[in-house]
């Protein structure tokens, strides 16, 4: 896991632009402290510092002013009194954004003039915008793990194929993508743990997330031979398939086992596929998120199975029972 670099004012305007303006921002007042850097995503409303009131006040935070909050501001100004505002300001804040402002009051641009930091302005109201921006941060400060796999997106089943070097992931990940099913990342996929919930992989790098290298033939690039349809940039991961070599003397799991994987403190489900010649892996692949996406509905192939045995089971002996003569 390497250390995240550091996410400024900019850096979240950039990523709004990016994600088509969800959060819909625009800078006001204070641009030279766009530079400031936003180390947590938490969110804070300032109604009790504005009042005075400043024990537990976290200025790590951004400064989210409401309704209300801007409201109480407008009563402070008109009645001359700053010094809440001006300690609010002078303290270490990433930035401030105000809900639904069309303008500022000069006091507050001067303020943010003067200490260097950033005033922005949603058109969203204040849960809205929380709500949204809650989305945005957790992904962009969620824990990271990097890993050698492919990562493809099978009937909607995000399925990371790992194994051992030269098992054949990557031709396994190319059969699919012919077969119709999409790839997010050939080789290296980074993943992130978002609120401890999902598991998202991308890309490790972006720009090369959808080429693959195939022994044998060199790179492809899979948008440019099999369209932008058969790719994506992220995919919540739900299955490991684990390729491996075949073993013959092994027990190979032939009913479905209770196998999982972790990756950052996050379990998945997770099958063991041996690889030998005459095994259409794909087929298997594909199978197993088919089944994955039955138990997503609640029925479980397996667990069919075991009742149908033991039904089949209890109804020999109540045969038994009844014509075991005396």
């Known amino acids: 896991m390497g250390a995240m670099k550091d996410f400024t004012v900019l850096d979240l305007l950039d990523l709004d632009v990016k994600d088509n303006g969800v959060l819909k921002l625009r800078v006001l007042a204070g641009r030279a402290g766009l530079s400031r850097i936003i180390r947590t995503p938490l969110l804070s409303r300032p109604g009790l510092p504005l009042s005075g009131f400043f024990m537990n006040f976290n200025s790590c935070t951004i400064q989210l002013f409401g309704k209300g909050e801007q409201a109480y501001i407008r009563k402070l100004l008109e009645e001359g009194r700053t010094e809440t505002l001006e300690r609010i300001f002078s303290s270490d804040i990433p930035c401030c954004i105000f809900t639904k402002a069309t303008g500022l009051d000069p006091a507050i641009i001067a303020l943010a ?13 204040s849960s809205d915008f929380s709500r949204m921006c809650y989305v945005v941060l957790d992904e962009v400060f969620a824990k990271t793990e990097t890993i050698h796999g492919v990562l493809t997106e099978v009937f909607g089943i995000g399925v990371l194929i790992t194994g051992n070097a030269g098992i054949g992931k990557s031709e396994t990940a190319l059969e699919l993508i012919e077969r119709g099913h999409r790839l997010v990342s050939d080789d290296t996929v980074r993943l992130k743990n978002i609120s401890g919930t999902l598991l998202i992989g991308t890309g490790a790098n972006p720009a090369l997330a959808h080429h693959m290298e195939i022994r044998g033939i060199g790179i492809i690039n899979v948008a440019a031979m099999y369209g932008i349809g058969a790719i994506r940039e992220k995919k919540q991961v739900q299955l490991n398939v684990c390729l491996e070599e075949w073993d013959s003397s092994r027990n190979y799991d032939r009913i479905g086992g209770m196998l999982e994987a972790e990756y950052l403190g996050i ?22 998120a088919r089944l994955e996406r039955l138990k997503k509905n609640g029925l479980y192939s397996e667990k069919d199975f075991d009742r149908s045995v033991l039904d089949y089971l209890e109804g020999e002996s109540a045969k038994g029972l009844f014509m075991t003569k005396e």
């Open 267 to 288: 379990r998945i489900p997770k099958i063991e596929i041996p690889v030998r010649p005459g095994r259409n892996v794909p087929i298997l692949i594909e199978t197993a």
């Open 113 to 125: 003039d003067k200490h260097e930091v950033a005033v922005l302005t949603t058109e969203l109201d």
